[in-house]
Structure formats: C-alpha cells, structure tokens
C-alpha cells in the first residue's frame, strides 16, 4: 500500500493566498490603466480639430477598420501633428474616438 505525504497545514493556508497576491502584482490591467474616454475627448477637442473635423471618423470609405487599426491611426496623427501624446493618452483618444464613433469590438491580446 502506498502513502502519499500530504504537506503541513501552513503550506495548504499559504499557496492559495501566494497565488492570489501573484495574480494582483501580474494583472495586465487595473482600473488605473484603464482608458479614460473623458480625457480622450479633451485631448481631441483640443488637439485634433485643427486638422480635421469629425467627419472623417464617419466616412463611407475611412481607413479605420478595426480598434488596433484605430490605435495606430490616433498614433500616426500623434507624430504627424507633434502633439506628444503619450502612451496613455494615445488610448484615451482612442477609447474615445472608439465610444462616439467607431463601437469596434476591444479583444484583449
């Protein structure tokens, strides 16, 4: 007959709290990180009209297609226009132009 050791009681109580803790420290997003579509708009409002109206996001034939392309657009004008938008602001930009105009569908990669 075989015995299989079980581990003491401190190791049973300790794992399960080590991999809750590990899962807050490792977590790709937090309610901090996440986009701000308020701030989005004001950075658009005040940054982006000079070079076009929001026409362009309605557009039968705009080159926008999916979130990412839309990201890369916000990032493309954001050099293009030197507006130094940061990482962050890029996606509030995006979150916002994505709300009011665009409803493409976020997937987490």
Do not use: Q, W
């Not at 899962?23 to 990180?33: E, G, I, K, M, Y």
Request: glycine letters at 4%; a positive charge.
């Amino acid at each position: 007959m075989r015995t299989i050791k079980l581990p003491n009681s401190s190791n049973r109580v300790c794992a399960p709290i080590m991999l809750i803790a590990m899962l807050f420290v490792v977590s790709p997003a937090t309610a901090a990180d996440a986009a701000d579509a308020e701030h989005g708009k004001k950075l658009y409002t005040g940054k982006c009209g000079g070079c076009h109206d929001t026409r362009v996001h309605t557009r039968p034939n705009r080159i926008v297609h999916t979130y990412d392309d839309l990201v890369n657009r916000v990032r493309f004008c954001d050099t293009n226009a030197k507006t130094n938008f940061t990482d962050k602001d890029i996606l509030d930009v995006s979150e916002y132009l994505n709300n009011e105009f665009y409803k493409f569908l976020k997937i987490d990669s």
